[in-house]
């Protein structure tokens, strides 16, 4: 049954969906590692796509930008398309010092500034973590492979443009490895909806230096992203 941002039928979607932020984005994963996608979905330019894996269906659809969005979609897909696994599929900015640009990072937990997370739980201040099983499969599968990656602890930001300095060096103190904008969102509705999520990001900027991918590069650079993400979905 369509919904107010997602016009797809009941059981167009996978209940295995990877989450980009940008609509592109999707559309080339599905375009590359999808056979047969077909396009199930794009209300407001969010594109969604279905179509199988080594014979497995698997969805894409993206988050768009920030919590509040993700929040839409994620939420939408688990109540009314059946998602059961999802994971973000997206670009980050380093803030650990080692954080190298082309990098994955795989979020074992996500701080936020969110005044969304106040609202989950009055007087808790919630703790944003994945499924213990996507993260493991995926370190799994980033190591079979090959593939650059580190494990650690991400910031969803509600802001792009930051003014507050003392706010990343104070990440930084911490070992915060890198900086997005949706994983704590997503992880808050995996737990809140009783399914599995994960958030797994390519390193395309560096905080502290001056350092960054293009937005050529930003789109399209997602392959052994998307190989660690599908071995976590696919397990
Ligand atoms: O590339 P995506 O997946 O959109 O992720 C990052 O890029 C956007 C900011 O440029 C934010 O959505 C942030 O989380
Ligand atoms: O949110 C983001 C994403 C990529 N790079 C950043 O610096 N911030």
């Not at 499969?137 to 650690?152: L, P, Y």
């Not at 797994?200 to 399209?220: G, K, P, W, Y």
Request: aromatic letters at 6%; charged letters at 20%.
């Amino acid at each position: 049954m369509p919904t107010p941002h997602i016009s797809a039928e009941t059981g167009d979607f996978s209940p295995l969906v990877l989450m980009p932020g940008d609509p592109r984005r999707a559309r080339r994963i599905a375009q590359t590692f999808f056979t047969d996608p077909r396009l199930v979905t794009e209300v407001r330019g969010i594109e969604g796509w279905t179509g199988t894996v080594n014979g497995t269906e698997v969805s894409v659809m993206a988050s768009g930008m920030g919590m509040p969005s993700m929040s839409i979609y994620a939420t939408e897909l688990v109540r009314f398309y059946g998602a059961q696994r999802i994971v973000r599929v997206g670009t980050a900015g380093g803030i650990a010092d080692e954080v190298q640009l082309g990098e994955l990072v795989i979020a074992n937990a996500a701080h936020t500034d969110s005044s969304m997370a106040d609202f989950r739980i009055p007087g808790v201040r919630f703790s944003h973590a994945p499924a213990y099983d996507l993260l493991s499969a995926a370190v799994d599968t980033a190591r079979a492979k090959g593939i650059s990656h580190r494990v650690g602890s991400i910031f969803s930001s509600d802001t792009f443009y930051s003014d507050r300095p003392e706010q990343t060096r104070g990440l930084a103190d911490h070992h915060t490895l890198a900086v997005e904008m949706e994983a704590a969102a997503l992880y808050g509705i995996a737990a809140r909806e009783g399914i599995e999520a994960l958030a797994v990001c390519n390193i395309t900027d560096h905080l502290f230096r001056e350092e960054s991918m293009t937005a050529q590069e930003r789109e399209t650079r997602f392959e052994p992203m998307v190989e660690v993400a599908l071995g976590a979905l696919m397990r």
